[in-house]
């Protein structure tokens, strides 16, 4: 069993930087991609950012340029740099971690709000 554990998060100002943090702990051997995905209200969950166990990564095109994903394999970590952040950025950030197309495990979900 894999679990994920979540950190970071809260409010920013437009234009600025805030950090995700997602441990995963267990069964991690079976993990081979870790991403976030986000759900604002009213919209579709979009999937944010992954990073496989190879070191391959995606983003989606809003955050492009923006937001950074990067894993730390000493500590079973995965970070988000999130820059520039937009208001549009706001919503429930939830990590991942799965096997292939398989979802393991999903993080509790932390906010980001992006305002003045």
């Known amino acids: 069993q894999v679990q994920v554990v979540e950190s970071g998060g809260g409010l920013v100002q437009p234009g600025g930087s805030l950090r995700l943090s997602c441990a995963a702990s267990g069964s991690i051997s079976s993990i081979t991609v870790m991403g976030w995905y986000r759900r604002a209200p009213g919209k579709q969950r979009e999937l944010v950012a992954t990073?496989?166990?190879?070191?391959?990564?995606n983003y989606a095109d809003s955050v492009k340029g923006r937001f950074n994903i990067t894993r730390d394999n000493a500590k079973n970590t995965v970070y988000l740099q999130m820059n520039n952040c937009k208001p549009e950025d706001t919503a429930v950030y939830y990590c991942?971690?799965?096997?292939?197309?398989?979802?393991?495990?999903w993080g509790q979900g932390t906010q980001v709000t992006v305002s003045a």
């Open positions: 990073i496989t166990s190879g070191g391959s990564r």
């Open positions: 991942y971690a799965g096997s292939g197309i398989v979802v393991r495990a």
